[in-house]
Nanobody
Framework: QLQLVESGGGFVQPGGSLRLSCAASGFTLDNYAIGWFRQAPGKEREGISSSGRRINYADSVKGRFTISRDNAKNTVYLQMNSLKPEDTGVYYC????????????????????WGQGTQVTVSS
């Protein structure tokens, strides 16, 4: 069974850090482009970062978030530093075919497999 499982979310004060993990089972993540998305209450799901042909970041997280892969663990990470209240939301990882995702990494519809999401809350 193909599955993605996120973990590492939680409650953190502004300026704090979290590291999200996205573990895959049933397939090899290295063969796919991986995207991180977040969805705040009442808002559409937005692309935060991706790792495929290139590493990409949304302008809102550049310099604060870092995406990385550990192929031995079949896991992708999102290190989030200097967190802000506007970073609050449910974070999802997704896997899509590299040739499909390409430069349009921020479109959720290009990703085939999705995790269940992990909540991140940034508040004082």
């Amino acid at each position: 069974q193909l599955q993605l499982v996120e973990s590492g979310g939680g409650f953190v004060q502004p300026g704090g850090s979290l590291r999200l993990s996205c573990a895959a089972s049933g397939f090899t993540l290295d063969n796919y482009a991986i995207g991180w998305f977040r969805q705040a209450p009442g808002k559409e799901r937005e692309g935060i970062s991706s790792s495929g042909r290139r590493i990409n970041y949304a302008d809102s997280v550049k310099g604060r978030f870092t995406i990385s892969r550990d192929n031995a663990k079949n896991t992708v990470y999102l290190q989030m530093n200097s967190l802000k209240p506007e970073d609050t939301g449910v974070y999802y990882c997704a896997a899509g075919q590299r040739y499909l995702v390409g430069s349009s990494w921020y479109f959720p519809t290009l990703y085939k497999y999705w995790g269940q999401g992990t909540q991140v809350t940034v508040s004082s």
